[in-house]
């Protein structure tokens, strides 16, 4: 007999997992990898060390290791706010009269206000052991930031951050939880650095954009002692700490014997995707299983499903190393959407290695489309989400909605990343109608693809 | 041997609490009846019948049943937030380097971002069974409000907020979360209401009240057809529902034979302090157990520590009944400090009684310090709490302090009410070193005294 399924399942704390899971282990073709953009040879673990920390560039190019040992003292921090309960959403399920079942993993409650904290508490851990003064970063929607303050104050180090102009000036108040933790922040561009008085001057008035921001904040660690760059995205090191999200889920999941038909995730650089779906990607990719995996991101920001996949720079500056990606290239400066997130030129390399072999699907979404699922999900599950994970919530509902059709009882998982405190802006412009639907335009994407260096490898 | 206490002790949906507990039923000497103000006769259930729905008037009224059955429709609600976590506060006695175990029971998990929703639900529920067209209240930190929007926005009723004008300009992004589910904000005093009006007349410039807003508020209910007025704090019906965080905490104590020497919560009207006592109060009444219970509220609104304990206009409007507790004085408008949600003239009948009767101790803080404690919890603990909330954290380490000075292994357990996400204005004047400390002088306070009407029962 099939155990009822409680509203939310919380694990104990012992079943917290002990490692991490490495994707690219389980994939027989593995991502491509870093290249210098001087030589166009791989990266090294002494080029990489000069911008991250030992042990992060360790598992930066670890793609054999399948499963990574989480070590105590991040553990010990997990306790504070994980496990993190999966939720089935059984209200949405009734609001939409749906025969779909609906499960998400809510990321959201912590300060930081998301998943972010997962990584950068690993991220933080690994610079103190290293002795390190502290550490630079920058933050699209301020997420990854507060989360980095947090960890930072954790272990006492310092945490400088550049926060992508449009998200300082739509969000205030985040600098302020930022500060409550100790740490530094700039809004970007800057003067600050030589590549953010580089940018200002070429695009000026320019909102931003995460690419710029990375460049500020790697320039900064490399020109500083005792400093190195820790990023919330994007790199292979920061999917490998969101599994965390991926493997509590399946354990409750299992617990329940319940498997998701279909699992969805909003889609920036990459961080909350690569983390919910590691081990049903790993099954997957072992044959074990067969999961509708889907991408979700905005109709603004389409670098899965109109970018290219191509080597580019993971940064507008071009300080940064070259990886193979969807990318729209990296002087592609986004519209100023509310979900600063998912406002990046391109994917991480492994998810763009996985969707490149046809392993998962990607879909856009329209912000006001986006507001509109947020609103009903605040209503009917109590939880006000952010801007970001509302890109998944709308797919949900979609999917749900084809079941309503169809009559099909399918088993749909996402992933709820965070919280919508600091994005009500985007909810009052959503309340008033104020709100704009930007779709970047074939010309618009060929002058971002323009900027995509020619490498053929 | 005793088991080990993880950081954060989750109860399961099953044992959510089935019955709320009525603290009153286990009083010897009941707390004083709320009188008509023309009649100075006790409030009959047909005249509180006008102002209230009809079960929540046999709630306020009911002094002998120990027990009340929750409603399966309000359980359901509950389990999409609740059981809230009971979190053992390892991390802030490491930081504190404390013997002393501190315990916190959490109720910011919910978008309402405080306990509130747990009463909210409950009169939402009871109005729509009762078939009213919708709701009016007000609000002061904005929580209460909140909280009432998305129990109306969950039972499809309409619902009218006046909000605490200093609070309404100190968190604009709390409307459009009430708009978000839907509800109608008003700052207050406003010129919608008699009463407003002549409140802006005789205080022009005043940054409002809880007292002003509840007359706005009663003053709409009692001339709209198909509405009553529903309220946050003060009132029995409230502490009743408000008894689920106590009763959770105990159960969750229990399991781990832990038991509390001191239990501390801050005290607005009374909300908070009398729903996590509720339980230990009534051990405490039938003499069962000794528990030290401290109510802490701000050097700016005294009720407790400087008040009078008389009848008194629950509002400044003079709209509600006569209620006999501790109070400045319905007159009294306290400085526009940080903490919203403690800003009311006087404090819940039944707490004045046992604080009367000598059964609870209460203390003040000032503002500075309860942010200073705010920031600390928040590095420590990865929680940043509300102003209101913080009340309580100070006293809780002050308490853990002498413990450290005196070797005792104390168990202190206090209420953690909410979070502080829309309090960042607050937090920027502490950084800024802005922030003011307001102590009402005795002028003051024999201004607030002399409002207090002349009755003698």
Chains 1, 2 share one sequence.
Not at 25 to 41: G, Q, Y
Not at 119 to 141: D, F, N, P, R
Not at 287 to 311: D, M, W
């Amino acid at each position: 007999m099939k155990k009822e399924i409680p509203y939310k399942i919380y694990l104990s704390e012992n079943e917290l997992p002990k490692q991490w899971l490495n994707l690219r282990a389980f994939m027989n073709k593995k991502p491509a990898p870093l290249l210098n953009s001087d030589t166009l040879k791989p990266m090294t673990k002494e080029e990489l060390s000069e911008i991250f920390c030992g042990e992060l560039v360790q598992q930066e190019l670890d793609e054999t290791t399948p499963y990574i040992d989480i070590p105590e003292e991040i553990r010990q921090f997990y306790k504070m706010y994980r496990p993190a309960p999966l939720v089935r959403a059984y209200c949405l399920e009734k609001a939409l009269k749906t025969p779909a079942k609906i499960y998400y993993k809510f990321e959201g409650n912590n300060t930081s206000g998301s998943h972010k904290l997962n990584s950068a508490i690993a991220q933080a851990y690994y610079a103190k052991k290293q002795g390190l003064k502290g550490v630079t970063t920058e933050t699209g929607a301020g997420q990854w930031g507060t989360a980095l303050s947090m960890a930072c104050s954790y272990f006492g180090l310092d945490c400088k951050v550049y926060m992508v102009k449009c998200s300082y000036q739509q969000k205030p108040f985040r600098r302020e939880v930022m500060r409550t933790y100790g740490a530094n922040v700039t809004p970007s561009p800057s003067t600050t650095t030589n590549i953010g008085k580089k940018i200002l001057q070429d695009f000026p008035g320019t909102t931003g954009s995460l690419g710029c921001a990375i460049s500020e904040a790697v320039e900064v660690a490399l020109s500083s002692e005792g400093y190195r760059y820790v990023l919330g995205s994007v790199f292979n090191q920061v999917l490998l700490h969101q599994s965390i999200i991926g493997l509590e889920t399946k354990t409750a999941l299992d617990k329940y014997s319940v498997k998701p038909d279909t699992i969805i995730a909003c889609a920036g650089g990459g961080s909350n995707l690569g983390g919910l779906i590691a081990p049903f990607m790993a099954e997957k990719l072992q044959g074990k299983e067969h999961y509708q995996i889907i991408a979700v991101e905005p109709a603004s920001c389409p670098s899965l499903t109109r970018g290219k996949y191509a080597y580019d720079f993971c940064d507008t500056g071009r300080v940064c190393p070259l990886a193979k990606m969807y990318t729209l290239g990296n002087s592609f400066i986004p519209s100023a959407n509310h979900a600063g997130g998912l406002r990046y030129h391109g994917m991480a390399t492994t998810l763009s290695e996985l969707y490149y072999q046809g392993l998962m699907e990607a879909r856009t979404v329209e912000q006001t489309e986006v507001f509109k699922a947020a609103e009903q999900f605040a209503r009917v599950e109590g939880i006000l989400p952010a801007p970001e994970s509302s890109h998944a919530i709308r797919v949900a509902i979609d999917e749900a909605l084809k079941c309503k059709e169809t009559g099909e009882e399918k088993t749909i998982l996402f992933g709820l990343t965070g919280t919508g405190y600091f994005d009500m802006l985007a909810y009052e412009n959503f309340h008033d109608g104020k709100m704009i639907n930007y779709l970047p335009t074939d010309a618009d994407l060929q002058k971002g693809f323009a900027g995509i260096p020619n490498i053929n490898l």
